[in-house]
């Protein structure tokens, strides 16, 4: 079964999914009808069944591929996904937490954190709290940095600190 | 000790950040750059009211540079100059405005927070876009009308001998279907103007409507890809001075201050009036008191020298009416949008 | 020559000076951090320039423009995230220079190709502004939809070698751009009630999440960051001899930006795409583009400053802008209450002179700071990425929030991110989508208006000259790969039995 469930081929089901999906959307839409044009619908419709068409191209080539035996192995994946994962998770709760905390909190915390998590593991335990100290000051400064540039200087709006309004 | 030390200080120092982030950012963040934020000195005859206190945000529901933004920000800024008050203006650009008028709709109605508005907060709702219209919020004041203008591209017209609107009427009439007007996207204003226009003139028009707005069809039209077009008229004067536009009819009840040789619709007889009408709206709700407020400010800033100037180089109109004259306006151009866009 | 004398005075007095250089240089700030772009420089500088002198005022911003566009080639070559929509292209070429330790050169390359390829188009600024303004004329809907049909077509050529995958992915860049709110109907589609996407996927948050967020989780997952190449000592810049041979490259990349800048409605992106697309298939070596080659670096960097100059043409000319810097710089005009337009010329030459001449210097300016800041810029690289990455993340929040103020907006970064991700896990190339988000809204929409004029016949495509010279083109283009292929094929079979 593994080798059946090749990049490509997850790929094509998804995109053959989401097509399908898509088309659905496309009968939504209330079109208003145009005497001359092309109605709202027709460039999704198109599109739609133009991914339909190569999605399942794709898949049919991959699985071909697959029941020829001429895939190639193609050793380890250089992703390690979980970190991105983790990355992401972060992100999500930068953006999540902004408009509750506002900008300088978030940004603190965040550059904290990814500073911490990414930083080499040569250049001290990261249990040693100088040096989880070192990477807070850095994230301060930074933010300190960032605010001073664009709110003051560039007088861009971003969101404050807004908890007990 | 001394990570201690590190700790708090760096604590101290975001929490210091956080407060003086919250505070500074209503005073530096100003539409014009005046840092004041000292509370109205308005000469109302209500001291009761102690209002603004604090900044008032305009938001802007459409992109930063266009001709609705630009012209928001004019009257805040005489707004400010007049009062004393901070005006923070900020863009949420989408959808014609919807994004905006939704946007609005999340705020509190205490008065602290407004929206400069087009007639699309009547053809959204007709259009069944969004579900809310002009009736969900409460309209301050009026400000701007820009003027529906019908041009036509001067080649063409000279070839077939049309130099009035009445030529032009006849011709479409002994030429149906022939004759195409580029205008914006359905739904746009000038497009259901040009719709409504042409069913009072009797003319079978094509209407072709262009997702690049009006700047494109007016465009369009002085190269020659249509025949005509309909634009607000300072759009289609900036084609008709170089010449390759002649510019027909205007669609207001009285020719334009800065195009005087313009006739309007009227005048020959068709009775079509098309603008798009720029108001203030804050969210259903304010106090009775704090929109009057609003009001009176905003109505001085319209009747001053300076947006008559601004608006007459435009060649718009300096609308200065109150949030009920606002309201009519708005109820009148609903009858006829609902019509033609249902 | 009176005007001439009196323009440069104005343009060279001390005041006027220090705000050119100001604007130059904020312009280079703002183009290379990503997520703030020129675009946005402009219209924060606007209310400033209201208290100034119209011809001061207005260079400022000239110059705020020049210096963004090139700004942006800065973080593409160093971090692979374009930092203005126009520099998507140059991160193809430059980011592999900058990996291989030669970012300095990379920089050098972009700062002199751009200031060609804006001296390229201010020349033609200059001299033919009223000749070239009329090719702005001769562009209706159908010409537009047959340059979009062109540019489509030779998506097939960014795939990076998969013809299928890029076509999907440029298919999937064109249905996003069908998001919101139709723009020729005005009908909401795949809205499902939300109504910040009314006004479709908001551009420039989708860009640096596919561009920028994407990079930051490819670089976490592969952890590829730890690795730091060292930059170059010494001899950063390229050699004057490197420079001579790309000569040709950078003109003929220049005018072409400058004639995509000249229409209204295309800009940086769709010029650096279709000059980089140029290069590469007249090029004797094609496999190296994408390697880090400094052919494509060039005709990318000189063809998106090039639709600098050629924007300011229909702006000045017709009142028309030529892209989204040119349309706020118009409303700046206004606030001045003069209007550009045929009787700009007339009614202020003073003004257009010194405009002309604000250009030419704000490009000269540029290419001394470039020239100047390339060590100091590659430097950036020396920095941990450990530090710089998430610097980088938050900057691209900032970018993504300050469109419109929306924190929606920057969780469209953060999905977009993940989005770019996962095509790169399945080897989907994320070039071809970007293009066509850019180029669908030219297509779909002219298409359309087209027809309406054409009372739904599809051979106006072939009946109006230019539109048909395109359209066949990009038919070409789309059918000769498969052509060559089943040629190939024929010949093998022939060759074999």
Not at chain 2, 46 to 68: E, L, N, R, W
Not at chain 3, 54 to 80: D, E, K, M, T
Not at chain 3, 97 to 121: D, L, P
Not at chain 3, 346 to 371: C, E, H, K, Q, R
């Amino acid at each position: 079964m593994k080798k059946w469930l090749t990049k490509d081929t997850c790929s094509g089901i998804v995109l053959l999914a989401f097509s399908v999906w898509w088309l659905w959307g496309a009968n939504q839409i209330n079109v208003r009808e145009m005497d001359n044009g092309l109605a709202a619908d027709y460039m999704p419709k198109l599109l739609g069944y133009v991914l339909l068409v190569l999605s399942a191209i794709l898949l049919a080539t991959s699985l071909l591929k697959t029941y020829r035996g001429c895939h190639v192995e193609e050793g380890k994946s250089p992703y390690r996904h979980w970190k991105a994962f983790g990355l992401l998770a972060g992100l999500a709760l930068y953006c999540l937490f902004m408009d509750k905390l506002g900008f300088v909190i978030c940004t603190v915390l965040f550059l904290f954190g990814t500073m911490s998590a990414l930083c080499d593991p040569k250049e001290g335990n990261k249990k040693d709290i100088k040096f989880l100290a070192k990477y807070l000051i850095i994230a301060a400064i930074l933010t300190a940095v960032i605010y001073a540039i664009f709110v003051v200087a560039f007088k861009i709006t971003l969101p404050e600190f807004s908890l007990m309004s | 000790m001394k990570k201690f030390i590190a700790l708090t200080l760096a604590m101290l120092m975001v929490l210091s950040l956080a407060a003086c982030g919250s505070k500074s950012n209503a005073e530096t963040s100003s539409s014009t750059g005046t840092s004041s934020s000292a509370p109205a000195t308005s000469a109302t005859e209500t001291p009761k009211t102690d209002f603004p206190t604090k900044a008032i945000t305009v938001i802007i529901p459409y992109d930063a540079g266009g001709g609705s933004d630009l012209m928001t920000r004019k009257v805040c800024s005489i707004v400010e100059q007049q009062t004393g008050w901070t005006l923070t203006c900020t863009n949420v650009p989408g959808g014609s405005g919807a994004t905006g008028y939704v946007e609005l709709l999340s705020r509190k109605a205490d008065g602290y927070t407004v929206l400069g508005c087009t007639s699309t907060i009547v053809t959204l709702k007709a259009m069944g876009t969004i579900d809310y219209n002009y009736a969900d919020y409460d309209v301050i004041a009026g400000y701007n009308q820009e003027i529906c203008t019908l041009g036509v591209n001067a080649d063409w017209a000279n070839a077939n001998g049309i130099d009035t609107l009445q030529d032009f009427i006849d011709y479409s009439k002994a030429h149906p279907g022939e004759v195409n007007i580029a205008s914006t996207a359905v739904g746009g204003i000038w497009n259901v103007d040009t719709v409504y226009a042409a069913s009072v003139v009797g003319c079978d028009w094509t209407i072709v409507p262009n997702g690049g707005g009006a700047t494109q069809a007016v465009v369009d039209c002085a190269g020659g890809s249509v025949q005509a077009c309909t634009a607000g008229a300072l759009e289609i004067w900036n084609q008709a001075s170089s010449g390759a536009i002649k510019m027909l009819a205007v669609m207001s009840d009285e020719r334009i201050e800065a195009y005087p040789d313009v006739p309007t619709f009227k005048e020959n007889g068709y009775d079509a009036v098309g603008t798009t009408t720029r108001s203030y709206l804050a969210p259903k709700g304010v106090p009775a008191d704090v929109l009057a407020i609003l009001e009176e400010a905003f109505m001085a800033a319209v009747a001053s020298d300076d947006f008559k100037k601004y608006c007459a180089a435009q060649g718009s109109v300096a609308w200065n009416t109150s949030g009920a004259e606002a309201l009519a306006q708005y109820e009148s151009e609903e009858e006829i949008f609902a019509k033609i866009l249902s | 020559m009176d005007l001439f004398a009196n323009a440069l005075m104005s343009v060279l007095s001390p005041s006027s000076f220090f705000l050119l250089i100001g604007g130059v240089g904020l312009g280079i700030i703002f183009g290379a951090i990503p997520g703030l772009t020129a675009t946005m420089a402009v219209a924060l500088l606007v209310p400033f320039t209201y208290s100034m002198a119209p011809a001061q005022g207005i260079v400022a911003l000239v110059g705020v423009y020049v210096g963004g566009i090139y700004g942006g080639s800065i973080s593409a070559c160093l971090v692979n995230i374009p930092g203005t929509p126009a520099s998507m292209l140059t991160t193809i070429d430059g980011y592999p220079m900058g990996q291989r330790g030669e970012a300095g050169k990379a920089i050098g390359y972009a700062t002199v190709s751009s200031f060609v390829g804006g001296i390229v188009s201010g020349i033609i600024l200059i001299v033919f502004a009223g000749q070239v303004a009329k090719i702005a004329y001769k562009f209706g809907p159908a010409e537009y939809f047959s340059i979009a049909f062109f540019g489509l077509s030779l998506i097939c050529a960014v795939s990076g070698g998969n013809l299928l995958k890029g076509l999907i992915s440029a298919i999937i860049g064109l249905m996003i751009k069908c998001v919101g709110m139709d723009p020729v109907t005005s009908v909401s589609r795949y809205v499902f009630g939300y109504t910040s996407l009314l006004g479709g996927f908001t551009f420039i948050p989708v860009m640096i999440g596919l561009f920028g967020m994407r990079e930051f989780l490819i670089q976490v997952s592969t952890g590829r960051y730890r690795f730091q190449v060292e930059q170059r000592v010494g001899k950063i810049l390229p050699s004057l001899k490197e420079l001579l041979h790309e000569k040709w490259i950078m003109l003929r990349s220049g005018l072409i930006g400058t004639f995509i800048g000249i229409l209204p409605g295309a800009g940086g992106p769709i010029a650096a795409f279709l000059s980089y697309e140029c290069t590469r298939r007249l090029s004797k070596h094609p496999e190296t583009f994408g390697k880090g080659e400094p052919d494509g670096l060039c005709s990318s960097e000189a063809a998106n400053n090039g639709v600098t100059g050629g924007a300011i043409i229909p702006m000045l000319t017709l009142g028309v802008p030529g892209d989204s810097v040119t349309a706020i710089m118009l409303g700046a005009f206004m606030v001045h209450n003069i209007t550009p337009g045929p009787n700009l010329f007339t009614n202020s030459p003073d003004l257009i002179y010194a405009i002309y001449l604000g250009f030419i210097i704000a490009n000269v300016l540029m290419l001394i700071y470039g020239l100047f800041g390339a060590k100091v810029f590659a430097k950036i690289l020396n920095v941990p990425m450990g530090i710089l990455l998430p610097c980088v993340a938050v900057l691209t929040v900032i970018g993504g929030y300050s469109i419109r103020n929306s924190l929606f907006d920057v969780r469209l970064v953060v999905l977009f991110g993940l989005l770019g991700y996962v095509m790169s896990c399945f080897d989907f190339p994320i070039v071809p989508m970007v293009l066509g988000l850019v180029l669908g809204q030219l297509c779909e929409a002219n298409l359309r208006s087209a027809l309406v004029i054409s009372k739904g016949s599809w051979w106006i495509f072939f009946e109006h000259p230019i539109a048909c010279v395109f359209t066949v083109l990009g038919l070409i283009m789309l059918i000769s790969p498969l052509i060559a292929k089943i040629l190939v094929k024929a010949v093998d079979r022939k060759k074999n039995s």
